[in-house]
Every structure is written in C-alpha cells, then in structure tokens.
C-alpha cells in the first residue's frame, strides 16, 4: 500500500473508490447527450426517440421523486423540472406540426429546453436515486467539473453535426439506418 500524500487521511485506494463514482456519472451524461447535441447540429433538430426516451426517464424519476422519504418541500422543486420532458409531450400531443406560427416556435424551443435541461437534470436525479450520498459529499468543484465536461461535450458534438460532412459521408448515415442529413458528402467513388 503506497504512502499518504501529506495531509491526507483516506488511504489513496479508498480515495480512488470515492472517484470512481464521478467518473461514471461524468461518462454517463456525456453519452447521454451527444447525441441529442450531434442531431440537432446535422439535421437541425432532435429526433422524437430522443424526447421520448428523456420522457420515459423523467417520469420514473418524477415518481420516484414524489415517494421518496424527503420534506415535502425538496421533492417539489425537483418534481417540477422533471415534468419538463412531459409538458413538451402534451402540448405537441394538442398541437401538431401544421402551423408555422410563433407559437409553433416556442414549442421547438421548449423540447430543445426539455432536452438539454430535462436530460441532464433527470440524468443526476437518477444518479442520487442510484447514489444517495453521491451529490452530498462530492465537493462544488467537483459537481462543477461534471458540468463542464458535459456541457463541452454537447457543444463539440453540435459542431461536429453541424460539420458532419467533413468527416462523414452519406453512406456513413444510410449504413447505421439514419436518415442522410442536409449537406452530407457522397461516397467516393470507386475508379476502375
């Protein structure tokens, strides 16, 4: 077993242990939200599997939220926010996709705000579901290094969709069963 840096008390194999945790949520939410991210770059929009896989999500955690063993007080707030996800499915449940009017707008931007708030917030309730004391003993720094990681994250993923025909082609799209976005490069083609 090595030595203690100076003052540390915790053992560096238990410290380590303590880590681990930080570095699966971290990866966690960061595949959780490229893609989202990578598709709203090269297609200029969220697919509905997406919003609805976050819709599933929330609602389990909504409820387990409303039963879990808190003051009544703390589990509203977090209530609240994941119902995000389930309000954008309401109101495009109501309205449709006919109308290009404002209001048809500020749907877009709500399920683009219900994704990239609703998804990681759910992502962390279903973290402190898993990890009771995981954001209690975790200090602010470190909170905020999951923060940035994956806000870094998502912003390269949406240059990346945006310049997608730089490094992919449309043969890389129809081959994983995607739809070929705006703008995607052909395949070379072969010479004889």
Do not use: H, Y
Not at 124 to 149: H, S
Request: charged content about 15%; some cysteine; hydrophobic content about 55%.
């Amino acid at each position: 077993m090595s030595a203690d840096p100076p003052g540390e008390g915790v053992p560096a194999v238990d410290r380590r242990r303590r880590d681990i945790p930080v570095g699966v949520v971290m990866v966690g939410m960061a595949i959780a939200t490229w893609w989202p991210a990578f598709t709203l770059g090269a297609w200029g929009e969220i697919f509905f599997d997406q919003l609805l896989a976050l819709w599933a999500a929330s609602i389990a955690a909504f409820v387990f939220v409303l039963v879990e063993r808190r003051p009544v007080r703390a589990r509203l707030a977090r209530a609240f926010a994941l119902l995000l996800p389930s309000l954008w499915v309401v109101v495009m449940f109501f309205l449709g996709d006919e109308t290009d009017d404002v209001f048809v707008v500020l749907v877009q931007l709500s399920a683009l705000l219900a994704v990239f708030i609703g998804m990681p917030f759910t992502i962390w309730v279903l973290v402190r579901i898993i990890w009771p004391d995981f954001g209690t003993e975790m200090p602010g720094r470190t909170k905020w290094l999951i923060v940035l990681v994956v806000i870094g994250v998502a912003v390269a993923s949406f240059v990346l969709g945006l310049n997608q025909s730089r490094f992919l082609t449309c043969d890389d799209f129809a081959i994983s069963g995607n739809s070929l976005p705006p703008g995607c490069r052909p395949a070379p083609t072969a010479t004889p």
